[in-house]
């Protein structure tokens, strides 16, 4: 691992717990709605944390697989 890679991994929790944040804040600005424009926008600002989330765990992956691949002399 190198620095670079490091800081990657720092942003990317960094990210990910601002996500998480706005997901918990698009469901509970869905369970309180008086209409359904906040519901359906607070679902959607949930729905959009949970994939964003989904996609950093995909490259997180990614990366480490693509990093295993070099060491072992793969092409990459």
Do not use: P, Q
């Not at 190198?2 to 600005?29: D, K, N, Q, Y």
Request: aromatic letters at 10%; hydrophobic letters at 55%.
């Amino acid at each position: 691992m190198h620095a670079g890679f490091m800081m990657e991994e720092a942003s990317e929790r960094v990210v990910g717990g601002l996500m998480l944040i706005l997901g918990l804040t698009g469901l509970l600005l869905a369970s309180g709605a008086l209409d359904n424009a906040i519901y359906i926008f607070g679902l959607s600002l949930a729905a959009f944390a949970v994939v964003f989330e989904l996609g950093l765990i995909r490259s997180h992956y990614d990366r480490k697989d693509r990093m295993a691949r070099a060491r072992a002399g793969f092409d990459v």
